[in-house]
């Protein structure tokens, strides 16, 4: 908890299902930007309203009823990550970093990638547990993957 959740905050975002949005506003934003096909494309919105003044606020007393995850299910067993979330997550992670602060930090965010990437791999292959060694090497592969621009 980085805050009291019982009071109202402005904040830098809101996820997604849970925003409430003027429709001057969106209107004036042109909609959500339709590059993003999931992940990051509330993240983005939030930004350029703060850019032209508009402040995105925590209110406490909304009630939201979310089903995380139903938009990227890959299959009933419990996956750390997977490649279908990957194969969008990291891609607008990578476009949204590249869109609001330039290609210098969006480089500097898939070589932090990249290099957790390898880290998890090498660390993995020391483990002994087999499902942790599992589950650490695939998420470390998915970041090589994905940070060089691979699917």
């Known amino acids: 908890r980085y805050w009291d ?23 004036r934003l042109g909609g959500l930007d339709e590059k993003y096909f999931m992940y ?17 606020t925590y209110f406490p007393h909304a009630e939201i009823i979310h089903y995380g995850g139903e938009s990227a299910k890959y299959n009933k ?9 990957s194969s969008y997550f990291f891609p607008s992670q990578y476009y949204y970093y590249r869109k609001n602060y330039g290609v210098i930090s969006m480089l500097a965010i898939r070589s932090l990638d990249f290099i957790y990437g ?4 090498v660390r993995n292959c020391l483990r002994s547990n087999p499902g942790k060694k599992k ?14 621009g691979c699917k």
């Open 135 to 148: 589950s650490g090497m695939r998420l470390g592969k998915i970041l090589v993957t994905m940070s060089l």
């Open 40 to 56: 990051f494309e509330e993240t983005d919105f939030c930004f350029r309203s703060r850019d032209i003044g508009v402040r995105v």
């Open 118 to 121: 390898i880290v998890l791999v």
């Open 5 to 27: 959740y019982s009071e109202t905050k402005d904040v830098d975002r809101i996820v997604g299902c849970s925003m409430m949005i003027r429709s001057n506003v969106f209107k």
């Open 77 to 85: 067993s419990v996956v750390v990550i997977n490649k279908i979330v």
